[in-house]
């Protein structure tokens, strides 16, 4: 099997932010990465501790969401570039991995 070497990026924000479609338009229109997925988390806490969930009463816009793309480890650093303008200090994780070709 022939592989290719590609860096993976995970960018964690929250629901509410709305910083979404800013990033995904930057990834798609600007950056044009390989592809982008959007996990909703249905829990989840950063550094101030406060729970944020999916239960009642907080059937809220603060739920975490993790964007997650790869591409060319070139490619990804100039995306870094940009997307560390829109995203918080520390919130944006990144490691070399294989594709299939």
Same mark, same amino acid.
């Not at 979404?20 to 909703?40: A, C, D, I, P």
């Not at 729970?51 to 009642?56: N, R």
């Given at each position: 099997? @022939?592989?290719? !070497?590609?860096?993976?990026?995970? /960018? ?6 709305? !910083? #979404? @479609?800013?990033?995904?338009s930057l990834l798609r229109t600007q950056e044009h990465v390989r ?11 950063? *550094? %101030?501790g406060k729970m944020h969930a999916s239960v009642p009463p907080e /059937? %809220? /816009?603060?739920? *975490? #969401? ?6 060319? *480890?070139?490619?990804?650093? %100039?995306?870094?570039? $940009?997307?560390?303008? #829109?995203?918080?200090?520390? $919130?944006?994780?990144?490691? @070399?991995? !294989?594709? @299939? #070709?």
């Amino acid at each position: 099997m @022939n592989t290719a !070497q590609v860096t993976v990026v995970r /960018l964690y924000i929250t629901d509410g932010e709305a !910083q #979404l @479609n800013k990033v995904l338009s930057l990834l798609r229109t600007q950056e044009h990465v390989r592809g982008v997925t959007v996990f909703r988390g249905i829990a989840g806490f950063g *550094p %101030s501790g406060k729970m944020h969930a999916s239960v009642p009463p907080e /059937l %809220s /816009l603060q739920l *975490p #969401l993790v964007i997650e793309y790869f591409d060319t *480890p070139a490619k990804v650093e %100039s995306t870094l570039n $940009h997307v560390g303008a #829109l995203i918080k200090p520390g $919130h944006v994780v990144y490691w @070399n991995a !294989q594709t @299939n #070709l």
